[in-house]
């Protein structure tokens, strides 16, 4: 049920601001965390690139002493260099001759042994001819490796020493950034060459820690949880806004709705100083000089239609002695169709009277438990000699148990008055009338369907319009307020009414609360 609730209101306004206002923040961090990401991740790569470029030229002067005393070093020099090389810049470093072919790699970070032994050697460095450190160089590292099952100290797999460039004890200036768990995919490849610019070979680096991973997951963290927490304040502010702003706006939809059901004296208790309360105002001037205009024809039709009772009544007396006098038959003619007319208008003159009482709002209504099924059987009862004389089959079907409903007794036996009559008047001889009482628990229901002539399509919508006729009816005689006084008296008892009609023959149905 609320989500059926939901799904019914999702358009409201009361949803629609929240979900904007969530969506807007939503999307605002999105933008600025993006942003700051990118930002962030172009810093480090070029910080990546960067360390790859000192890593490698500092890394270049000591390969260059290795590549110039090659040919008197052992062949492990060259992979205890790299080993130690990597070791130092934290990258995987292959050694290559002048046709690029691999002399030495260290092997891939993530593979490396994490047992290495470095050994720093002080004083002459075998396999060099220098006795001191180079100048630019720190000192001289040698690599071992230990044994699987235990390693003695000073024991284990001696390796050659390799000078250390004094840049690459120095970087520490990347140390708080630097990810030992991951690696990037950036290479670089730095020539090496003689002093007189011979070309000797060549150092690549390559999976060199990454830069800034863990600054950069963590600030993604933190940007879900802060657009998480921004989402969910702009759908808080969104649901306070769209509840100060539909709040109003239901309270004037209310007494529009009232407005649009007849009440004419609703009026909104709405005070703002906003455009809303511009709109409460309008709307209360609007109302009230609808009221007046409303209540002032209202007020004319009833004074017309009782004011014209008098000189009714006074012309029908003169006809009606007129008719006890010696005339001749067209003068009796005439005053036959002038009684007819004067008739008809004072038909007219009762209905507007009681349309006008119907409509008319503040009136005391007089409601009785009224049983309907008795109310029923007697209004049919009435009409069964007039259908007898027209040929008509006029029956009725009603339940075992006669319902209670509470109604005007009169207002109630002219419904059916009314609908009886219709029905009877459009049924042409040899056609039926049914007259049917049906109980529920909420409501009962009555309906009246005849065989006769039907209602055109087009004219089924403005069937309960004033003074709107059927195009099929004009031969028969009304003034186009019978449904109209009905449709009232059934709405006023808080009922419903409605026609059905396929071409030939018509049911009318009328339904009204039960008691209780």
Same mark, same amino acid.
């Given at each position: 049920?609320?989500?059926?609730?939901?799904?019914?209101?999702?358009?409201?306004?009361?949803?629609?601001?929240?979900?904007?206002?969530?969506?807007?923040?939503?999307?605002?961090? *999105?933008?600025?965390?993006?942003?700051?990401?990118?930002?962030?991740?172009?810093?480090?790569?070029?910080?990546?690139?960067?360390?790859?470029?000192?890593?490698?030229?500092?890394?270049?002067?000591?390969?260059?002493?290795?590549?110039?005393?090659?040919?008197?070093?052992?062949?492990?020099?060259?992979?205890?260099?790299?080993?130690?090389?990597?070791?130092?810049?934290?990258?995987?470093?292959?050694?290559?001759?002048?046709?690029?072919?691999?002399?030495? +790699?260290?092997?891939?970070?993530?593979?490396?042994?994490?047992?290495?032994?470095?050994?720093?050697?002080?004083?002459?460095?075998?396999?060099?001819? +220098?006795?001191?450190?180079?100048?630019?160089?720190?000192?001289?590292?040698?690599?071992?490796?230990?044994?699987?099952?235990?390693?003695?100290?000073?024991?284990?797999?001696?390796?050659?020493?390799?000078?250390?460039?004094?840049?690459?004890?120095?970087?520490?200036?990347?140390?708080?950034?630097?990810?030992?768990?991951?690696?990037?995919?950036?290479?670089?490849?730095?020539?090496?060459?003689?002093?007189?610019?011979?070309?000797?070979?060549?150092?690549?680096?390559?999976?060199?820690?990454?830069?800034?991973?863990?600054?950069?997951?963590?600030?993604?963290?933190?940007?879900?949880?802060?657009?998480?927490? *921004?989402?969910?304040?702009?759908?808080?502010?969104?649901?306070?806004?769209?509840?100060?702003?539909?709040?109003?706006?239901?309270?004037?939809?209310?007494? @529009?709705?009232?407005?649009?059901?007849?009440?004419?004296?609703?009026?909104?208790?709405?005070?703002?100083?906003?455009?809303?309360?511009?709109?409460?105002?309008?709307?209360?001037?609007?109302?009230?000089?609808?009221?007046?205009?409303?209540?002032?024809?209202?007020?004319?039709?009833?004074?017309?239609?009782?004011?014209?009772?008098?000189?009714?009544? *006074?012309?029908?007396?003169?006809?009606?002695?007129?008719?006890?006098?010696?005339?001749?038959?067209?003068?009796?003619?005439?005053?036959?169709?002038?009684?007819?007319?004067?008739?008809?208008?004072?038909?007219?003159?009762?209905?507007?009277?009681?349309?006008?009482?119907?409509?008319?709002?503040?009136?005391?209504?007089?409601?009785?438990?009224?049983?309907?099924?008795?109310?029923?059987?007697?209004?049919?009862?009435?009409?069964?000699?007039?259908?007898?004389?027209?040929?008509?089959?006029?029956?009725?079907?009603?339940?075992?148990?006669?319902?209670?409903?509470?109604?005007?007794?009169?207002?109630?036996?002219?419904?059916?008055?009314?609908?009886?009559?219709?029905?009877?008047?459009?049924?042409?001889?040899?056609?039926?009338?049914?007259?049917?009482?049906?109980? *529920?628990?909420?409501?009962?229901?009555?309906?009246?369907? +005849?065989?006769?002539?039907?209602?055109?399509?087009?004219?089924?919508?403005?069937?309960?319009?004033?003074?709107?006729?059927?195009?099929?009816?004009?031969?028969?005689?009304?003034?186009?307020?019978?449904?109209?006084?009905?449709?009232?008296?059934?709405?006023?008892?808080?009922?419903?009414?409605?026609?059905?009609?396929?071409?030939?023959?018509?049911?009318?149905?009328? @339904?009204?609360?039960?008691?209780?």
């Amino acid at each position: 049920m609320p989500m059926r609730r939901f799904l019914a209101n999702r358009h409201s306004i009361r949803w629609w601001l929240p979900f904007s206002y969530a969506g807007i923040a939503l999307l605002a961090v *999105a933008a600025l965390s993006g942003l700051l990401l990118f930002t962030l991740r172009r810093h480090y790569s070029d910080m990546e690139r960067r360390y790859l470029e000192v890593s490698a030229e500092a890394i270049a002067h000591s390969a260059e002493r290795l590549f110039l005393d090659r040919a008197t070093l052992p062949d492990e020099v060259l992979q205890s260099s790299a080993s130690i090389y990597s070791f130092l810049v934290k990258s995987r470093v292959r050694l290559l001759d002048v046709g690029q072919q691999v002399l030495a +790699d260290s092997g891939s970070v993530s593979e490396q042994r994490t047992d290495t032994v470095i050994v720093n050697v002080r004083g002459p460095a075998d396999g060099f001819n +220098d006795s001191a450190p180079p100048q630019g160089f720190e000192t001289f590292l040698s690599i071992r490796q230990p044994e699987p099952a235990q390693l003695p100290e000073g024991e284990g797999t001696p390796r050659y020493p390799v000078p250390v460039p004094r840049r690459l004890e120095n970087q520490g200036w990347v140390g708080g950034i630097i990810s030992t768990d991951s690696h990037t995919n950036l290479s670089l490849t730095v020539p090496l060459f003689d002093r007189e610019g011979t070309l000797l070979g060549y150092v690549e680096l390559s999976e060199s820690p990454a830069f800034g991973r863990d600054v950069i997951r963590d600030v993604a963290e933190k940007a879900i949880l802060a657009g998480a927490v *921004a989402v969910l304040l702009a759908a808080s502010a969104g649901w306070a806004v769209s509840r100060r702003i539909s709040h109003p706006v239901l309270a004037l939809a209310q007494v @529009t709705q009232r407005m649009a059901e007849g009440d004419l004296t609703a009026r909104t208790t709405l005070q703002r100083r906003d455009e809303l309360g511009l709109l409460a105002r309008t709307f209360n001037l609007m109302a009230e000089r609808i009221e007046n205009t409303v209540l002032t024809l209202k007020r004319f039709v009833a004074d017309a239609a009782h004011e014209i009772n008098t000189p009714i009544t *006074a012309l029908r007396t003169n006809l009606e002695l007129a008719a006890g006098g010696a005339l001749s038959a067209d003068g009796l003619a005439d005053l036959a169709r002038a009684q007819a007319e004067l008739t008809r208008l004072e038909t007219l003159t009762q209905s507007l009277l009681t349309l006008s009482r119907l409509e008319a709002h503040g009136v005391e209504r007089i409601r009785t438990p009224l049983d309907l099924g008795a109310l029923v059987r007697q209004v049919a009862e009435n009409f069964a000699s007039r259908a007898e004389q027209a040929g008509i089959a006029l029956s009725f079907d009603l339940p075992t148990e006669s319902p209670v409903v509470l109604g005007d007794e009169e207002q109630l036996a002219r419904v059916l008055n009314n609908l009886l009559d219709n029905a009877l008047k459009f049924t042409p001889a040899g056609g039926a009338v049914t007259l049917r009482l049906e109980s *529920a628990p909420q409501e009962v229901r009555v309906s009246v369907t +005849d065989t006769g002539i039907g209602i055109p399509p087009e004219d089924l919508p403005r069937l309960f319009s004033r003074f709107h006729r059927g195009r099929n009816a004009a031969a028969y005689p009304g003034n186009g307020l019978g449904l109209v006084i009905t449709r009232a008296i059934v709405e006023d008892h808080g009922g419903q009414i409605s026609v059905h009609s396929a071409g030939a023959g018509t049911t009318v149905v009328f @339904t009204l609360p039960r008691e209780g």
